[in-house]
């Protein structure tokens, strides 16, 4: 059985684990550059705009999470929920947890009158594909994810009208 709740900021240490866990898992160890107090800023801060659910066991255990936000759909006229990371403990895996955190931010979505609950997964995870796709969801097919970061970031967000006419 899960227990779904908002997180609270007792929460943000496990959290934090729980995505240096998923970089692991993601085979990105050193990728992230996040810490408690930023985290703690973004969920509980004066004017937060990204949100986290937990996932507990019968014993309020944490045993997973989702950290989502606001996107909004131009064509639908009406916001839908982006889900950035769901993650579950690999020793609670099978339990419920996913899919009772997924359920949530459907019945959230429902409730709010938002057109869409959307993800990114990567190709190589079959068995969170195989899952999403258990529960009805579709791959966006034709579809490819961009970002721009890092250096190529800072040299393109820091150019002048000048060199954008150059």
Not at 48 to 75: C, K
Not at 93 to 118: C, D, I, N, P, Q
Not at 144 to 166: I, K, M
């Amino acid at each position: 059985m899960s227990v779904i709740r908002p997180a609270t900021v007792e929460d943000v240490p496990a959290i934090l684990r729980m995505i240096h866990d998923l970089a692991v898992y993601e085979k990105e160890p050193d990728a992230v550059r996040n810490t408690p107090e930023m985290l703690t800023e973004v969920l509980f801060g004066d004017n937060p705009r990204v949100y986290a659910t937990m996932a507990e066991n019968a014993a309020g255990e944490v045993q997973g999470f989702a950290l989502w936000f606001l996107n909004y759909s131009t064509w639908e006229g009406v916001h839908g929920i982006y889900l950035e990371d769901l993650y579950v403990t690999p020793e609670s895996r099978g339990e419920g947890h996913g899919k009772a955190l997924l359920e949530h931010l459907a019945a959230t979505a429902v409730e709010r009158g938002y057109a869409r609950v959307e993800w990114s997964v990567l190709d190589w995870n079959e068995p969170s594909i195989n899952f999403y796709r258990n529960l009805g969801a579709n791959a966006m097919d034709g579809w490819s994810t961009f970002r721009l970061t890092g250096e190529a970031l800072q040299r393109f967000g820091t150019r002048t009208p000048a060199d954008a006419r150059a």
